[in-house]
DNA sequence: TCTGGGGTCCTAGGACCC
DNA sequence: TCTGGGGTCCTAGGACCC
C-alpha cells in the first residue's frame, strides 16, 4: 500500500518572523496583509486568545487587550526563499514530492515498517527546524485529503507525534473522522459546511456515510471526491512535474480610495508589466488580458463601482509593451470618472509555453524584436535590482501603493541574510 | 477610521454548428 | 408549413484553497 504525506510548516509566516527575530518566540504574534488590513498568521499564542485566521487587524481588540499582540507587516520574499529552503530538505529525503502551497508540499511513502519510517520522519522535522528554522508537522493517511487531518493532528500534538502522526487503521480513521469537525475537511468550505449543517451533519464521519449520489447532487463532484477520499478511496493523485499556472495575476487593495483617473492607470501600468515579468519568467505567454477596478465595498456612504474588461490579444505574447498596450485598452473601457476606486487588477489567461506558439512572418519579425529588448530588460534588472529599466513610470511612493506600517527595524542577521538572496548581489 | 492576494476547479448557460 | 436535439466551445460566477 501507498501512503500520502504532507508536511505542513506550522503558523509558517509567523515562524519565518521568529527565524530572525528570536524575541518573538512565546509572545502572541500575528502577520497582517497588505495595507495591514487582515490576520494572514498566527502565532499558537495568538491563536490561544481566540484571534481568528482573516480577521481584520482593527478587530484585534475584539478578542483581546491589542497591546499585548505583536503585529508584524507581511514579507512574501523572504516567506518564499525559507519556504524553498524547506522544500528543498524535503526533495533530498523523499520521493514525489509536489509542493502545494507555499509552506505546504505533498509526497508518497511505501507502507512498510512504520516504526522505521517513524524515526527517519521524526529526524526530517528536527532536520528542518535545525537548518532553516522553521517548525514543521507531517501527516500520513490512504489519501491527501486524510493526510491534511493527520498532519493537524502532528500539529495539535507535537510531544507525543514527535511532528509525525500516522492515519492508517481503518478503525483510527473511523475515530479521528468522528471527532472532526465537518468545517476541518480539506475541501468543504463555509457555504457547504453551512448547508451540511441545517441537514444535521457536522462530523466528517457522518459526512463520509451521507449517499454519494446526494453529496454529488447538492454540491459538485469535487465535494463528491472529497467524501471518497475521507472514506479511504485515493481520488487525488501526485502531480510532481511542476504544472504550469493557468493564470497569472496581479491586484492589490490601495491604501485610499483613489479618484484621480492617472493613479488608477498607473497601478493598472505596473500590474500589467509585473505580470509579463512573471510570464517570461515562467517561460510562458499569454493570449487574453482581464483588467478590473472596484470600489470601496465597505464603505456605504460612496457609490459603488466595479467592472472588469477582458481583451484578446492578436497573437500570445508575453511582451511587457503588448501586455501593457492591452491592459490599458481594458482600462480605458470600464474607467468612469465619477466614482472612487479602492482595489484594481490585471490577470493574464490563456497561458502556453513560449515555444508552442504559431505566428506568421510579420508577427514573427516584431515579436522577435520585443522578445530580444525584453530579455535585455530582464537581463539588466536581475543583475542590479528590479527598478533599474522600467518602460513606463514607475512611482514607488504613488499614492494607491499598499501602506505597511508594521514593518520591523531589520535585524543585523536580516540585513546579512537580504544581502545573500539572488537578486541583490 | 481601519476588512489581502493569488490561485484552482466546477457548473450553468449561451452561442453556434450540424 | 411545421418542427429538434446533440455536441462543443466559451465565459461568468461561485466555491474552495493557503
Known sequence: MKLYGLVDCNNFFVSCERVFNPTLNGLPVVVLSNNDGCVIARSNEAKALGIPMGCPAFQIKDYCNPSQVIRLSARHRIYCDLSNRVMKILSAEVEHVEQYSVDEAFFTMPYDDVQRNHDVMARLVQKIYKYVGIPVSIGFAPTKTLAK????????????TDGVYWLVRPEAI?????RTVIDDVWGIGRRIAAALADRGIVTAAQFAQMPPTLVRRLFSVST???QRELKGEDCMSISPVTVAHSSIMNSRTFAHVITSRHEVQDAIVVFAKMCAQRLRKENAVADTVTVYIRG??????LPFYSNSCQIKLPTPSSSTMTIVHHALLAFANIYRDDFGYRKAGVLLTGITPAHSIQLNLFDKIDQSRQQQLMQTIDSINNHYGSHIV?????????QWRPEKSHFQKPSKTLRIYTAMLPDKT
Do not use: M, N, Y
Open 149 to 160: 487531518i493527520a498532519s493537524h493532528i502532528a500539529k495539535k500534538h507535537p510531544r507525543i
Open 390 to 398: 522600467t518602460l513606463a513610470p514607475d512611482d514607488q511612493r504613488a
Open 296 to 301: 470601496d465595498r465597505h464603505r456605504q456612504d
Open 224 to 226: 463528491e471526491r472529497t
Open 174 to 178: 473511523d475515530i479521528i473522522l468522528r
